[in-house]
Structure formats: C-alpha cells, structure tokens
C-alpha cells in the first residue's frame, strides 16, 4: 500500500443487520395481517370502489406495511453498497422504521373502524416515516455518477413520493372535512403515484442491479435504464394531471407510454437473463416472472378504465392486479432472495465462515407461499370478476396461509443463520 | 528485473515513447484525488503519432480501455511494488495489451499473473460485471491458485457468491480507487 492511501470506509456502507431486518420482519407480519383483515372484510371487495374500511385498510397494509417497508428496508442497505456512498445516521434509519411502522398500523385501525383521530395520526407519522427515509436515500443518490438508470428511476420514485405523500394527507383529511373538490380522482391519482410513481420505479430501477446480480447475467445498459426512467416520469406526469383534471383519453395515453417503458424494462432483463451464468433460475423467479405478466396488464386494465370501460368489476381487478398481483408477488419473490443473501454477506463480512445462501433458505415455506399465493390472486380475480364473495373468502384465506408461511421461512432462516454463528463465531 | 507485458516484448514504436517525462499520478492518488480529469487534459494535446507516459501505483487497466477506445496502444511495465509504467502511443489503439501476458475476459476485465497469483482488474465495469467476471475466472481454475481482485470498493454483494463456491476473501488492501482482494479456495 502506497503512502497517504486511505480506507474507502467499505465496511461501514453495511448497515448493522438489525436495521435491514427490522423492515423487512415488520413487513412479513403485516402482510399476514392485511391477508387477515382482508378475509374479514372479504364481502367489501367485491365491487370496491373506495371509501373506509376493511378493505382500504388491508390495501394500505400491504402497499405502506409491505411494499413500502420492504423497499425503504433493502433501499437502505443496497443503495449505499451499490453506489458507494454513505447512507446517513443510523438513527435516522431508526427513525424511519419507528414512524412507518407505528404510522402504518395506527392508519389502518383509524381506516377499517373509521376513527378520525386515527387516521390523521397515522397519516402524519407515515408521511414524516417516508419524509425521513426520502430525504435519507436523496442524500445518498445526490452526486452517484454511476448506475444511471437505477439512479434516475430512483429519483422519479422519490419525485411521486412527495406527491403521494402530500395527496395521501390531503385524502385523509378530506374523510372528515370533504373539502376535496374530486376526492375519488384524487384516490386514483394517489394509488396511480403510489403503484406505478413510487413502487413501480423503485422496483424498475432495483431490477437493473438485482436481476443481473441473482441470475450473474450481462449488465442492463445504461442507455435503457436512462429512457425507460424518462419515460416513466413522462407516463406519470401526464397521467397524473390528466386524471385529476378528468382527462380520461390524455390518461390511456400515459397508460401507452408507461407499456412502452415497461415493454423496454422487460425486454432489457430478458437479455440479462438470456446471457446469465446460472444455468437454473433460482426459485424466487416463480414469483418474479407473473409479476412481470400482471404488470402490463395491470396498464391495460388502467387503459380500459380511463377510455371509460364500467368500473364495478375493473376498478377492483385494477387494483388487485397493481398491488397483488405486480408489486406484492415482486416484492415477496425479492424478499425471499435478499433475506438469505443479506445473512450471509453480513456473516462473511464480520471475518467469520460466510453462510452459504442455499444453506440458509429453507426450500418448502417458499414452495408453500407460491402456490398459495398464485391460488390467492386467482380466488380474488374470480370473486370481484363474479360478484361473488365465496372465492374472495377463500383467496383471502389463502393469501393468510401463504404469508404464513413466509413469515415461517423467516422464522427458519434465523435460526439456521443463528446456528451458523456458532458454529463459526465471527474472528 | 522488470515485470508487467515482457512475454510479447516492447513494441517497436516504445524507443520514442521512453524520450517522455513521464506523468507520476501516484502522489495526486495519495492526496485522495482522482487524477482521471488532468490525465485527459494530456490526451487532448496528444496528435497522431504522439505519446504519453503515465507512473501509477499498479496497472491503470481502466485508463489502458479507456484511451484504447481513444486510439492509443499502450505498453506496462512494472518496476517496482507498487510502480507501474505504463507509454501510450496514438496510432489507432489496435494492438493495446495484445500479445502481452494481460487476456481480456467477456465482460472487459484484464486478467495477468503476478508472483502472488493471478491478477484480475474489474474497475469501471458496470454491475454487475465484476461478479460476473471475478466468478467466471474462479469457476475455471485450480484451487491451490490465489486470486488477487482490483475493485474499486468492497465487493459485498460478491460474498455470498464466493461462499457457495467454496472461495473466501483471505484480505483485503483498501487504496484510493483501487480495493485489492486476495481470494482463495477453502
């Protein structure tokens, strides 16, 4: 080593496992609870156009309690790695967990029993839990000059998290005070941010490193990423004023531009995937790849409903595909590959034997979790597109099931992680 | 004795070249600097036929493919620990590193053996080609060898990849813009 080098402070861009985790555990039992709320509400789903209740409170159970806290969880720790860059104090990272966590399950008690200081509580702790993790993750994107297209989805994501944020208060107020000029248009334009703004690009812009990186494919060009995030914040711009201006045909036609970038999106992993070094896919692409389906899908239901098509059953199989079927089969399937993957670089990193990754995730909750939840999607798309209440009862029992079984791969992974520890004690 | 690309020996246009001041970026890197800009401003003066001599800490890999890309060939050597001398000559950049002991794998890296083992340069690859390169070189070579990586940060992600196949990281030398990792089977 040459005189004056210094340390990069590599070791220090790994969070303690305990922040990490602590999203990603508080994830697991909320997405048990949501699949429980929604079993008891099972005979709001079906023609669901909105307002409070069961079902708006296990939506926002799954979209704050576990697409949220996933991505704030795994943002933390694969932003800083991937680029380079510090994160910010741990006790901000703390913070985050704290206010989304205790906000989130605050919100959806005021939302299923319609108790009015509930909901505004539970809003303002959630908005100042992603106002800390937004001004946390902008901090460390400012100044990377590497990986554009993940940095530039990462920045549309931030941009209609601001929006959905101001929106969501805004909509909760609103319940009590009315004063609203369009409540349902902005509810639209809230989940429109929230799916494709805020979930959608984090999950588009993760995927450039992640799949890559589990499949050990060629790496996404930085010319795709760049227009793919272009045209998303173009789709989202333009579908988001149009809808709450009432624009429907200036909506389907953002709708065009998101498939477009979506199309683009899918057909760059494809690529990596096609040139990968694993010969297998891993188990997790059992969920990865109907995720990628039900997303352009999910469009062309929102199409339909902006050109007009009736909303009874549409609007309520939107939002099953958006939130069910794209992002929580995406999420979960990425879950259950960096919970193992994180254990195992934390135990290699602290000098001990790392613990290999097929050693830790435990094969049958997994299996278990996807069928359950392939059964779950279809009961529910059966109940709401039949007015029926029966499969929705039984989708949602599944889905309880199967996050059963997630939270019991969580449960597995700890204690053969913890056994690794001893047996090879960090140096 | 000099080390670096002395299988293929010099190439005939290197007598001009060893006429040049050389431009010793060793103590901008100790200042925590990255000298990339000012080594560009030298690029831009360069006309055809023209040279550059650079003094580095260890083989600028990414500065060779970078200005390879520009039309400059280029030639190694190694005086020393912790010396690399690396001449650039403007003449089109087809023969850069080409019959010198350096192979370049799919994914851009430059591989070379030294006397600690067998070297591999992964910076300036885009993720996730340094795990893809690094595993590639693993997976086709015997055990007993020592594998020294040239990153340009701590390769978390790559940990768990090794682990399954039965590498470790045995340590690691953390310098500006160059993280050097000897990995080993076992």
Redesign the interface.
């Known amino acids: 080593m040459f005189a004056g080098a210094f340390l990069t402070g590599a070791a220090d861009r790994l969070l303690p496992p305990s922040v990490p985790y602590r999203f990603f555990v508080t994830a697991l039992v909320l997405h048990a609870v949501a699949w429980g709320l929604l079993l008891v509400g099972a005979d709001e789903v079906v023609g669901f156009q909105g307002g409070l209740g069961m079902v708006l409170a296990a939506l926002h159970l799954v979209t704050l309690g576990v697409l949220a806290m996933t991505a704030i969880g795994a943002a933390f720790q694969l932003l800083p790695v991937a680029t380079g860059r510090q994160l910010g104090p741990l006790w901000a990272c703390r913070l985050t967990w704290w206010l989304l966590a205790t906000g989130t399950a605050v919100l959806a008690y005021g939302m299923a029993t319609a108790t009015t200081a509930a909901l505004h509580g539970g809003a303002t702790l959630v908005v100042a839990g992603l106002m800390v993790a937004l001004v946390l993750l902008a901090g460390t994107l400012a100044g990377v000059k590497t990986l554009p297209g993940v940095v530039r989805h990462a920045w549309v994501a931030l941009g209609a998290l601001v929006l959905l944020a101001t929106l969501g208060l805004l909509l909760a107020v609103d319940f009590s005070t009315g004063w609203l000029p369009d409540h349902q248009a902005a509810a639209i334009a809230h989940a429109v941010l929230g799916g494709y703004g805020f979930m959608g690009n984090l999950a588009l812009g993760f995927s450039y490193v992640l799949v890559p990186m589990f499949v050990l494919g060629g790496a996404v060009p930085d010319a795709v990423g760049k227009r793919t995030a272009a045209l998303a914040a173009l789709a989202l711009v333009v579908g988001v004023v149009a809808i709450l201006e009432g624009a429907g045909p200036v909506v389907a036609l953002a709708g065009l531009v998101g498939l477009v970038a979506v199309a683009e999106h899918l057909r760059a992993l494809a690529a990596s995937i096609r040139s990968r070094m694993k010969k297998r896919l891993e188990t997790f692409f059992r969920l990865l790849i109907p995720a990628w389906a039900v997303l352009p899908a999910s469009l062309l239901a929102g199409i339909a409903l902006a050109l007009g098509a009736p909303s009874e059953r549409l609007a309520p199989l939107w939002g099953l595909l958006l939130v069910f079927g794209w992002l929580l089969t995406f999420v979960t399937g990425i879950l259950q590959r960096i919970m193992p993957f994180l254990a195992s670089m934390h135990s290699g990193i602290t000098g001990g034997k790392p613990a290999l990754l097929s050693k830790l995730a435990a094969g049958w909750p997994l299996a278990l979790h996807a069928a359950l939840h392939g059964l779950a999607l279809l009961a529910l798309a059966v109940g709401i597109l039949t007015d029926t209440v029966w499969p929705v009862r039984i989708g949602a029992a599944c889905g309880l099931a199967g996050a059963l079984a997630l939270i019991a791969f969580a449960v597995e992974l700890a204690r053969r992680y913890r056994a690794h520890r001893q047996a090879n004690p960090p140096l | 004795m000099d080390e670096g690309d002395k299988a293929a020996g010099p190439p005939a246009w290197l007598a001009a070249a060893l006429e040049i001041e050389p431009f010793d970026v060793?103590?901008i890197?100790?200042?925590?600097e990255d000298p990339f800009s000012r080594l560009m401003d030298k690029v831009a003066d360069i006309g055809d036929g023209g040279a550059l001599v650079v003094d580095a800490?260890f083989n600028p890999t990414p500065l060779r493919r970078t200005l390879a890309k520009q039309g400059f060939s280029s030639y190694g050597r190694k005086l020393a620990a912790?010396h690399w001398r690396i001449y650039f000559h403007q003449d089109g950049g087809a023969d850069w590193e080409q019959g010198a002991e350096v192979t370049v794998g799919l994914e851009g890296a430059a591989s070379w053996r030294e006397e600690d083992g067998l070297h591999i340069d992964v910076r300036k690859?885009?993720?996730?080609?340094p795990?893809?390169a690094i595993?590639?070189l693993i997976e086709g070579l015997n055990p007993a060898e020592t594998v020294v990586v040239h990153h340009?940060?701590?390769p978390?992600?790559l940990?768990?990849?090794?682990?399954?196949r039965g590498w470790?990281?045995d340590r690691v030398?953390?310098?500006?813009a160059n993280?050097q990792l000897w990995l080993e089977h076992g």
Request: glycine content about 6%.
């Open positions: 060793r103590p890197l100790a200042d925590g800490p912790a690859l885009a993720p996730p080609g795990m893809v595993l590639r340009e940060r701590m978390q992600f940990i768990p990849e090794l682990a399954e470790r990281i030398v953390e310098e500006f993280v």
